[in-house]
């Protein structure tokens, strides 16, 4: 990897900026699986970023959400209700990429995309504090 470590944790915060903005573009043409899987991944490029910034490594995007509770939900780093929400989208992320006859709806989509979007803020918060 080339640059430091903080130009890694800037590049990964510009993905997920860029990658919500793909999540409301599919929102706009009602495009609502694929829009779940640009949420989810806007986080998950924050909660990457998070991980590396505090050196806790993770290879599997399971490992990450469990490095994520383990480390920032548990010790109350974050609300509880922000891991509750990451497992929300690592399932329905999986569910609107591999499952049968998934189909979310608008009134689901724009609610989760509210919430993603004020976790996401939170988390980008804690990267340029911390």
């Not at 505090?54 to 509880?80: A, M």
């Not at 609107?96 to 988390?123: C, G, H, R, W």
Request: glycine content about 4%; charged content about 25%; aromatic content about 14%.
């Amino acid at each position: 990897m080339a640059g430091t470590r903080q130009d890694y944790i800037n590049y990964r915060i510009q993905k997920s900026e860029e990658v919500l903005d793909d999540a409301i573009l599919l929102a706009g043409n009602q495009l609502w699986n694929s829009c779940v899987n640009r949420l989810y991944y806007s986080s998950f490029y924050l909660i990457g970023a998070l991980l590396y910034q505090h050196e806790i490594k993770s290879e599997t995007h399971n490992g990450v959400k469990t490095q994520f509770n383990l480390h920032f939900i548990k010790s109350d780093k974050f609300p509880l209700e922000y891991g509750k929400l990451y497992a929300t989208l690592f399932d329905w992320r999986q569910e609107s990429d591999y499952a049968d006859f998934i189909d979310f709806d608008e009134p689901t989509v724009l609610t989760l995309m509210k919430q993603v979007s004020e976790m996401n803020k939170a988390i980008i918060q804690f990267l340029k504090t911390s």
